[in-house]
C-alpha cells in the first residue's frame, strides 16, 4: 500500500471514530429516554394469549408482539416477532406473525411488488422452518394466501382466498379464540363499499361481539368491533368499542386514534380530538411518523368542523415539517428526506399530508390558498395527487377561472385512467367522483346550468354506492353538500335543503352541512329549520376560536 492510500486509510478512520463518538452520546440519551419513559409508563397493549409449539418460556414475548400486531403497530410488532425468533429458530408460527405485519392494514391496500415479494420470502421461511403442530401449518398456509401468485392474481381475488381459508381454520379449531378473531377481521377487511346491507361487517360484528364477552381486555376484539361499525348507520353500535379500546391498549399509538373513527362518524368532535392528541403525541414519543399523520389528519377534520381554525392550521404546519415532531434521531433527518419516506412507506400517511391541507382550506373556502396548494405525489398511492387535483380545479371554479380547473380536471382523467389500469378501482371510483365534482362546478363557471346539476348530480349517486376508506375521516367534499351549494347558486333553496339534509345523515355535525341547511331554509322561507340548524351549528361550534362569517349569520 504506497503512502497516499495510507494516508486515506487512516484519515478515514480518524473521520469514522470521530463520527461514532459524536453520534454515541445521541444513541445513549434517546435509549436513556426511551428507557425512562418505560418506568415512567409501564406498556399496556391489553390481553392477548396464542398457544404456540415455540420454546418453553417464549409465550409472555410471543403474546406482546401479537398484541401490536393486533393494535396495527406493525413495525413494532415486527420487531418483536423477530425477538422470539431470537431465542427460538424454530418458531415456524412467528414467521406467520411477522407476514401479517408485514401485509399491514388490512383496510388500506397497496401492497407493493416489494412488500409482496418479502412477504411471501418470510413465510416460504415459516414453511422451511416446518411448523411442529397441523394447527399452526393452517395458520401459515393461510396467511400465504394474501401472497400467492401475486403477480398473476388480483389483491381483492387473493384477500378473499385467505378469508375462506380463515374460515375453514376457524371451523376446525372452534375453541381457538384468535382463529375466530382473524377470521372476523377477514370479513370486515373484504366488505364490499358498494354493499348497503353490510353483511360481511354485520357477520364479523357478531363473531366480535361475542369474543367481547369471553374477552373484554382483547385488544383486537374491539380494534375490529370498530372497523366493523365505521360506517354511518352502523356507528352508534361502535360506541362502547370506542370508549373501551384507548384504555385496553394506552401504549399503542393506533389504539389511541381509532376510537375517533365513531366519534368521526356520530359527529362526536370534541371526543375525536381528545383522542387523537393523545394518539399524535405517543407517536411522537414511539417515533411512529405514519401514526403521528394519521391521527392528525383525523384531529384537523374535527378542528375545522368546530372553527377552531387556528388548532387546526398549527395541524397543517406541524404536518408540514413533521420530522422535528417525530421525536428521536428522525428530529436530525432532512425535511425532503423524511417526506421521502413517508410518501413510499405508507399511502395512508401520504394520503394524510396531501388531504389536511386541502381540508383546511376547503372548509374555510379559501379559494386563493387552495389554488395555491402544493401537489402531493406517492408513486404507489397516485389517488393521493388527485386529492389536490380536486381542492385545485373546485378552488380555480369557484373562484370563475374554468379554464385552470380544466387543465386541473385532465390532471384527474389521468389519474383515474393509472388507478383503471392498475385495476385499483375503490379509489378509481373516489377519484371519478373528484373529477365529476369539479367538472360540475366548472361548467357552472362557464354558464351551464343543466351540465353542471346533471354532473353534479351523478357524482352524488356515485358517492351513495360507495364508502368511505379507512384512511380518512370522510370525503374531502362531500358531493350532496356540493351538490347543495350549486342549487344554491341557482336559487333553488328548497331542493338545496333536501341535499344538506341527506349530506347530515351521512355526515353528522358537518359545519358546511349544517349551515348549508340553515341557510337554504332561511331562504326557502322556512324559519323553523332555519333557527334550528343555526342553533345547532353555534352549539357544534360553541368552542370556536374564529367568528367565521356564517357564524356571524347564526347569530
Known amino acids: 500500500m504506497n503512502r497516499n492510500l495510507r494516508n486515506r486509510y487512516r484519515r478515514l478512520r480518524w473521520a469514522i471514530l470521530v463520527l461514532a463518538l459524536a453520534i454515541a452520546p445521541l444513541a445513549v440519551y434517546f435509549t436513556v429516554q426511551d428507557h425512562r ?4 409508563y409501564p406498556e399496556k397493549l391489553g390481553t392477548v394469549h396464542f398457544e404456540t409449539s415455540c420454546a418453553p418460556g417464549i409465550a409472555p414475548k410471543f403474546d406482546r408482539a401479537l398484541a401490536l400486531l393486533h393494535s396495527f403497530e406493525f413495525p413494532a410488532a415486527i420487531d418483536a416477532f423477530h425477538v422470539v425468533l431470537q431465542e427460538d429458530r424454530t418458531c415456524a408460527i412467528a414467521y406467520w406473525g411477522i407476514a401479517l405485519s408485514q401485509w399491514g392494514n388490512p383496510f388500506a391496500g397497496h401492497r407493493t411488488p416489494k412488500m409482496l415479494h418479502e412477504g411471501a420470502a418470510i413465510l416460504q421461511q415459516g414453511l422451511s422452518a416446518g411448523a411442529r403442530t397441523e394447527r399452526e401449518s ?3 398456509a393461510a396467511a400465504a394466501e394474501l401472497y400467492k401468485n401475486a403477480d398473476a392474481v388480483d389483491e381483492s381475488t387473493r384477500a378473499l382466498n385467505y378469508e375462506r381459508a380463515m374460515q375453514q381454520l376457524a371451523q376446525k379449531y372452534p375453541n381457538d379464540f384468535e382463529a375466530q378473531i382473524f377470521y372476523a377481521l377477514a370479513l370486515a377487511q373484504n366488505a364490499q363499499p358498494g354493499d348497503k346491507t353490510y353483511a360481511r361487517q354485520l357477520q364479523a360484528a357478531a363473531i366480535l361481539e361475542n369474543a367481547s364477552q369471553k374477552q373484554p381486555d382483547h385488544p383486537g376484539v374491539t380494534h375490529y368491533l370498530i372497523h366493523a361499525y365505521d360506517t354511518p348507520s352502523l356507528a352508534p353500535r361502535g360506541l362502547n368499542a370506542a370508549l373501551r379500546y384507548a384504555s385496553i391498549a394506552p401504549s399503542a399509538p393506533h389504539a389511541l386514534h381509532m376510537p375517533s373513527h365513531i366519534f368521526t362518524r356520530v359527529g362526536d368532535w370534541q371526543s375525536s380530538i381528545d383522542a387523537n392528541v393523545a394518539s399524535a403525541k405517543a407517536a411522537r414519543d414511539q417515533h411512529s411518523p405514519g401514526e403521528l399523520l394519521h391521527a392528525l389528519d383525523y384531529l384537523a377534520y374535527a378542528y375545522l368542523q368546530t372553527a377552531q381554525d387556528r388548532s387546526a392550521k398549527d395541524v397543517v404546519e406541524q404536518m408540514q415539517s413533521a420530522g422535528r415532531y417525530v421525536g ?6 432532512p425535511e425532503s428526506l423524511f417526506r421521502f419516506f413517508i410518501r413510499r412507506a405508507s399511502p395512508a400517511a401520504a394520503f394524510a399530508l396531501a388531504a389536511t391541507p386541502a381540508r383546511y382550506v376547503l372548509e374555510r373556502e379559501a379559494w386563493t390558498e ?15 395527487e388527485a386529492i389536490t387535483r380536486f381542492a385545485r380545479a373546485l378552488s380555480f371554479a369557484r373562484s370563475g377561472d374554468p379554464a385552470s380547473a380544466r387543465r386541473e380536471i385532465a390532471e384527474l382523467e389521468k389519474l383515474h385512467a393509472k388507478l383503471a389500469a392498475n385495476n385499483d378501482l375503490y379509489w378509481a371510483e373516489q377519484v371519478e367522483i373528484e373529477r365529476l365534482s369539479a367538472s360540475a362546478w366548472a361548467a357552472r363557471a362557464e354558464g351551464k346550468q343543466e351540465d353542471a346539476l346533471s354532473l353534479m348530480r351523478l357524482a352524488a349517486e356515485k358517492e351513495d354506492r360507495t364508502e ?13 353538500e356540493l351538490l347543495g351549494e350549486l342549487l344554491l347558486e341557482f336559487d333553488q333553496p328548497q331542493l338545496a335543503l333536501k341535499e344538506f339534509e341527506a349530506t347530515l345523515i351521512q355526515e353528522p355535525n358537518r359545519f358546511r352541512a349544517i349551515y348549508g341547511a340553515a341557510h337554504a331554509a332561511r331562504l326557502a322561507g322556512d324559519g323553523g329549520k332555519a333557527r334550528a340548524y343555526y342553533q345547532r351549528l353555534l352549539l357544534v361550534c360553541r368552542n370556536a376560536e374564529v367568528n367565521r362569517p356564517e357564524l356571524q349569520e347564526a347569530r
Open 37 to 40: 419513559r418505560s418506568n415512567l
Open 138 to 140: 393452517d395458520y401459515i
Open 328 to 333: 428521536g434521531w428522525r428530529s436530525y433527518a
Open 370 to 384: 387552495a389554488s395555491a396548494l402544493e401537489v402531493y405525489t406517492a408513486p404507489e398511492a397516485p389517488y393521493t
Open 468 to 480: 368511505k376508506s379507512a384512511v380518512t375521516p370522510g370525503p374531502l367534499k362531500p358531493a350532496r
